[in-house]
T-cell receptor
Framework: GENVEQHPSTLSVQEGDSAVIKCTYSDSASNYFPWYKQELGKRPQLIID?????GEKKDQRIAVTLNKTAKHFSLHITETQPEDSAVYFCAASIRSSARQLTFGSGTQLTVLP | KAGVTQTPRYLIKTRGQQVTLSCSPI?????VSWYQQTPGQGLQFLFE???????NKGNFPGRFSGRQFSNSRSEMNVSTLELGDSALYLC????????????FGQGTRLTVV
């Protein structure tokens, strides 16, 4: 089955700096890649997603890049703010949607004021 | 539009008992997926239901089962509870207007003692 590896497991950045989280997947049939943010005690929230026919997608300070050949995708957060502090999960699916997601192990991002 | 609603929020059960968790998806969403979240194993896919049929199943024992009703509400059942079943159980609904995104409920925190 699909396996998703996520790095780093923890990441600390200064407010205003950029943060990058990387994921690799094993199944070349994967075609949908969402990212979720989970604050302590809260539900995972979708922050951005990308389909396999797109190489990059941006939404304000957040961007995701996908390299299908290398089977990896990354989350980029620019101008980080303290409220960006949370656990971020990448995920992959072969179903062209989020119906059956395989998640990475998560990255604890801490933005230091 | 109301979000995904899970009940109950918290449960404490004894080993050997069974438990039923409920999930009401976003109106118009016909797919409901269930995930188990633990500190050690992260987010793991349990199963997915669509139009009252189980479409996909993760690698969990037969003690974990589910069903979906005609109004898309879903339940999952865990029989013969074990200490290791203590976890946050999350459901996610998707499929609205043909879009791929999934949105999570706030989860049910199950503690087995």
């Amino acid at each position: 089955g699909e396996n998703v590896e996520q790095h780093p497991s923890t990441l600390s950045v200064q407010e205003g700096d950029s943060a990058v989280i990387k994921c690799t997947y094993s199944d070349s049939a994967s075609n949908y890649f969402p990212w979720y943010k989970q604050e302590l005690g809260k539900r995972p929230q979708l922050i951005i997603d990308i389909r396999s026919n797109v190489g990059e997608k941006k939404d304000q300070r957040i961007a995701v890049t996908l390299n299908k050949t290398a089977k990896h995708f990354s989350l980029h957060i620019t101008e980080t703010q303290p409220e960006d502090s949370a656990v971020y999960f990448c995920a992959a699916s072969i179903r062209s949607s989020a119906r059956q997601l395989t998640f990475g192990s998560g990255t604890q991002l801490t933005v230091l004021p | 539009k109301a979000g995904v609603t899970q009940t109950p929020r918290y449960l404490i059960k004894t080993r050997g008992q069974q438990v039923t968790l409920s999930c009401s998806p976003i109106s118009g969403h016909r797919s409901v997926s269930w995930y188990q979240q633990t500190p050690g194993q992260g987010l793991q896919f349990l199963f997915e239901y669509f139009s009252e049929t189980q479409r996909n199943k993760g690698n969990f024992p037969g003690r974990f089962s589910g069903r979906q009703f005609s109004n898309s509400r879903s339940e999952m059942n865990v029989s013969t509870l074990e200490l290791g079943d203590s976890a946050l159980y999350l459901c996610a609904s998707s499929g609205g207007q043909g879009r791929p995104e999934a949105f999570f409920g706030q989860g049910t925190r199950l503690t087995v003692v």
